[in-house]
């Protein structure tokens, strides 16, 4: 079979049904026949809106790095967690190792994911560094399963309930825009997956020109 006959079907991720891909309207999704999943969608605004919320999200989570995540008061002795903070504890503990994964994996990662979202999204829309593009596609691919905000998150909220017995928790600026980025970083997942993004970069670019 050649190539181009193979880029014209398609496999629903859930049920694996085969299904031949059709032009779409504007605006229109292609369901799979059997488990009713969105195969693919005509959306040419996409790129645009995946754009938006992946500048909110680096803003929001520059803010949840910046700020108070929460203030502890255990018998009137105050504590304010922010991520300064827990690095230094780390370090003092001499942790070295803990607090290289902390930086990489909360850190690093979703900083480096989000500006090369940032950088992928208006590259395609100017249809230039076609290079550029593909490398970054397989840069995410490789990082994004890395990227673990949430996973600290939900340690966090863990914690926290552990601590409700014995100590006044008040929460910071930092733990609602944890829970924006989260919910943001949801919302870009949704929106645009990596199959979208690599049929993007066909359309844009063509596909053989590998
Ligand atoms: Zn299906």
Redesign the pocket.
């Known amino acids: 079979m050649k190539n181009s006959e193979l880029d014209n079907l398609i496999i629903?991720?859930?049920?694996?049904?085969l299904h031949e891909k059709v032009p779409l309207k504007e605006g229109a999704e292609a369901?799979?026949?059997?488990?009713?999943?969105v195969?693919y969608k005509n959306d040419k605004y996409v790129l645009d809106r995946t754009l938006a919320l992946v500048i909110t999200a680096f803003i929001s989570l520059i803010v949840a790095f910046e700020f108070t995540i929460i203030t502890i008061n255990i018998n009137g002795l105050e504590q304010s967690l922010n991520l300064t903070s827990l690095f230094i504890v780390v370090l003092e503990n001499k942790q070295y190792i803990v607090g290289i994964m902390l930086l990489f994996l909360i850190v690093i990662f979703p900083f480096v994911i989000l500006i090369s979202m940032f950088f992928l999204i208006i590259y395609m829309k100017m249809g230039k560094a076609e290079y550029l593009v593909r490398r970054i596609l397989i840069l995410l691919a490789h990082i994004r399963p890395w990227s673990m905000v949430d996973i600290f998150f939900i340690s966090l909220l863990v914690a926290m309930v552990k601590l409700f017995d014995v100590a006044q928790i008040e929460l910071g600026v930092s733990f609602a825009a944890f829970i924006l980025t989260l919910f943001l970083d949801a919302i870009i997942t949704k929106n645009i997956s990596f199959y979208e993004l690599w049929e993007h970069h066909d359309k844009i670019y063509g596909a053989n020109n590998a």
Request: glycine residues 0%; charged residues 20%.
């Open positions: 629903c991720h859930k049920c694996h049904t369901h799979c026949s059997k488990c009713d999943i195969l």
